[in-house]
Nanobody, 124 residues
Framework: QVQLVESGGGLVQAGGSLRLSCAASGRTFSSYAMGWFRQAPGKEREFVAAISWSAGNTYYADSVKGRFTISRDNAKNTVYLQMTSLKREDTAVYYC?????????????????WGQGTQVTVSS
């Protein structure tokens, strides 16, 4: 069982930056692939970024590539999402997710554990 708690969301102006954190419980964090997803009002939850257990592999949605960076610190049981050059369309609730696998997964249905989400609002 893994519990995930996101933090770091907030209100930021377009062009600004935020760093989201996701703290995981449990002693086997390093066995989990992690992902970030987001859901805007009236829209389906969508993939943002994913990272393998060793951080050797990362994947990004085309909409955030070059602006967002996913990373993890297995010693701190934490995964991060550094967001730069934020746009209004990045406004959403951001969720982190975990799946125990040595690979990388990017589909919503593939993840087993989810956090409660943190709101990111980008103003113009």
């Amino acid at each position: 069982q893994v519990q995930l708690v996101e933090s770091g969301g907030g209100l930021v102006q377009a062009g600004g930056s935020l760093r989201l954190s996701c703290a995981a419980s449990g002693r086997t964090f390093s066995s989990y692939a992690m992902g970030w997803f987001r859901q805007a009002p009236g829209k389906e939850r969508e993939f943002v970024a994913a990272i393998s257990w060793s951080a050797g592999n990362t994947y990004y949605a085309d909409s955030v590539k070059g602006r967002f960076t996913i990373s993890r610190d297995n010693a701190k049981n934490t995964v991060y999402l550094q967001m730069t050059s934020l746009k209004r369309e990045d406004t959403a609730v951001y969720y982190c997710a975990a799946k125990r696998t040595l690979g990388v997964v990017t589909a919503t249905r593939q993840f087993d554990y989810w956090g409660q989400g943190t709101q990111v609002t980008v103003s113009s």
